[in-house]
């Protein structure tokens, strides 16, 4: 598989984009576990052609999470062009993905993200200016449409094909469905199984194991799975899911002789705690001092994945704990609260 001159392993596992989400911090762990692309958190046009700051800072990619794709959203075409324009000339990613498929009401109802499936003309035509205005692979993520009524993704495919796009990622949920009930992979694969379609499909939705990614694979031909909410608090998904899909481990990426390893309780917890120093320093460095309000802007950043992560679901009335870890300030909080889970786990 490849997009533009990118190639990928066969069955490639890709951390989707999401918001408060996938930080700097957190793609660099799911990279170092196996995922074969990373995406940022989705960036606002408007806010980026106003050089808003903290809109800016979603720029900062690291070679070490290459490739990489930065995800822009937005319902005005010269906007969306222009933010374009300024990511790939100040980011420089890898792939510039179009984002139509966030449902959340503050986008969706104001028309950008999947309130773009009730405009697909002008969907189309944002595509294809943004195409042609930079140089840089571009992609679209969208959803099946807007309601079940409107399931227009099929033809949507083979008309995001001809305005350009290098791949195409696929969530198998309506924008009415949010989050809710499960991902329908049914016209995914119709749209993989397409003779028209050339381009590489990307399969999202409900994907937590190795037998679902292998499903995906096996009966709907996607050419690569990308993985969301099941990431959560679990960078190491992407190692366990190849190890699945290849019925073997992997090389543990921690240990620098490559030994292959199975991650113990112990590691994951460890690895929760590296990412939240990964994201206290890449706050500091970016902000250039040492001002006591970049620790908390870290903590912000990690302790949803914290209290999310499926690792301490072991430790009994662990709601409390969670409610403690949501609300915790310092660093040294949040790590006293991650020992003792630790402790607890290891009981």
Known sequence: MTIGTIEFEPQPLFLAPMEDVTDIGFRKLCKRFGASMVYTEFVSAEALVRSVKSTVNKLTIADEERPVGIQIYGRDVPQMVEAARIVEAEAHPDVIDLNFGCPVKKVAGKGAGAGMLQKPELLLEITREVVKAVNVPVTVKTRLGWNQEQLIITTLAEQLQDCGIKALTIHGRTRSQMYTGQADWTLIGEVKRNPRIHI????????????????????????????????????????????????????????????????????????????????????????????????????????????????????????????????????????????????LLNK
């Not at 499909?201 to 037998?211: F, L, Q, V, Y």
């Not at 190849?242 to 992997?250: D, V």
Request: proline share 6%.
């Open 200 to 343: 590489p499909i990307i399969g999202n939705g409900d994907i937590t194991t190795p037998e679902e990614a292998r499903l995906a694979f096996e009966r709907y031909g996607v050419d690569a799975v990308m993985i969301g909410r099941a990431t959560f608090g679990r960078p190491w998904i992407f190692k366990e899911i190849k190890e699945g899909l290849s019925q073997k481990p992997t090389p543990d990426p921690s240990q620098k002789e490559g030994r292959i390893v199975s991650l113990s309780m112990d590691d994951k917890i460890d690895i929760l705690k590296e990412q939240l120093q990964i994201n206290i320093d890449h706050i500091r460095n970016e902000r250039g001092d040492d001002d006591p309000r970049n620790e908390l802007r870290a903590i912000l950043h990690t302790r949803r994945h914290l209290a999310a992560s499926p690792i301490f679901k072991g430790i009994p009335n662990f709601r409390q704990m969670r409610i403690q870890i949501l609300r915790a300030e310092t660093v040294s909080e949040l790590n006293d609260l991650l020992e003792q889970c630790r402790q």
